[in-house]
């Protein structure tokens, strides 16, 4: 018997109403905020995440999936959603537009890891992204951005962490102070992060293992590194924030995975969840434009996962409002009436009414049932007197209050729950 892949899960009709909560608030976000959406391709250039996630990552070292398109070229199923929006963003010309321009994306998201809670191989984002602004006004934007969401999804107790790790000026000055602070410590690494030291010092600070943990406590901190202008960016920051009630936490030990990051890094962490339960992400990418061919162009962005957003929505017990989609279900008495009952159905669905039948050789009592465990807002049972004249009875299922309606009053009855 088949299954579903491992680190893949099937959303079942009894989840959509979480995933359809999420999207919509995030929908809602967007409108408020001015983004606009964007759609790339599920599949990219796998040189566009190589040179842009960087080469020596773990996403493109161990878990981006890449494969031999029949052409010959290197595909590469989407790892994360920034580097394509920049694609996009070079590609289109969208530097004619007004600066910055805002877009927002729902995608699939593949990365090879070892399937965990709120966290698959095949999983699904949600992401901000602001390209054509240097000013940290931007930055405050999509963090605000970032917690007003989770707001208005009524999740509570979480942390906004913040850190600036430098730029180009001032960033290997702090990469040099990070190996010198390592160099005699790296058989307390872990295997990954001994590899780590030779090549992305930085991300030292990001392992989630014990012993790792506690030496990158005592890291040197990237505060007292910055250059000036680093320094001021990273000041107003924290003012603008302070201006709009944004509660946060400076944490000198977060850097985010990706290598494009650039100065301002923030996440959002539930109580108690520590940074591998973190609900969403997100940071400046001042170089990654011009990284891959544009002229130089700063940008911030966020994301979130779907999964893991609705982990803690269970968690903390925040459950949407049901909504049935269905509006009537069809019973008839008899066979002379179920014809009658297939023609109001349809009726019913070309008005706009989402209806179905209660389908064939059951008892009304069966229909009912059925009708029932559906969901169904309100049964239409056809019958017929002993003149041979079509009867309607409507049943609201929710107060089980029953009356009869003659075929102008079931028009009428269409369109107020059409409306």
Known sequence: MYKA???????????????????????????????????????????????????????????????QDKGGDLITLRPEGTAPVCRAYIERGMHNLPQPVRLYYLAQIFRYERPQAGRL????????????????????????????????LGLKDLTLFINSIGDGACRPEYLKA?????????????????????????RLLDCKKETCYALAESAPKSSGHLCDQCQDHFQRLQSYLGLLDVPFVLNHRLVRGLDYYTRTVFEVQPAGGGAQSTIIGGGRYDGLIQELGGRPTPGVGFATGFERIILNLKAQGIKPSAESSLRITFAYVTDETKEKAIHLASLAR??????????????????????????????????????????????????????????????????????
């Open 178 to 202: 990070i190996s010198g602070y390592y160099a005699d410590k790296s058989r307390a690494l872990c295997t990954d992060c001994q590899s780590r030291l030779e090549r992305n010092p930085l």
């Open 350 to 419: 070309q008005k706009g009414v989402s209806a179905v039948l209660a389908g064939e050789n059951r008892s009304l009592k069966a229909q009912l049932r059925y009708a029932n465990a559906l969901g169904t807002e309100y049964v239409v049972i056809v019958g017929m007197n002993d003149a041979r004249d079509i009867i309607l009875s409507v049943r609201h299922m929710a107060d089980g209050k029953q009356w009869d309606i003659g075929y102008d009053d079931f028009l009428l009855l269409l369109t107020q729950i059409q409306g």
């Open 121 to 152: 191989r095949q999983h699904h984002q949600v992401g901000f992204e602001a390209i054509g602004d240097a000013s940290p006004l931007i930055d405050v934007e999509l963090i605000e951005m970032a917690w007003r969401f989770l707001e208005t």
């Open 5 to 67: 892949p491992r680190g893949t899960v099937d959303i079942l009709p009894d989840e959509q109403g979480y995933w359809r909560y999420v999207r919509e608030r995030a929908e809602q976000l967007a409108i408020r905020f001015a983004y606009r959406r964007i759609d790339t391709p599920m599949f990219e250039d796998a040189g566009l995440f190589v040179r842009s996630i960087g080469e020596r990552t773990d996403i493109v070292e161990k878990e981006m999936y890449s494969f």
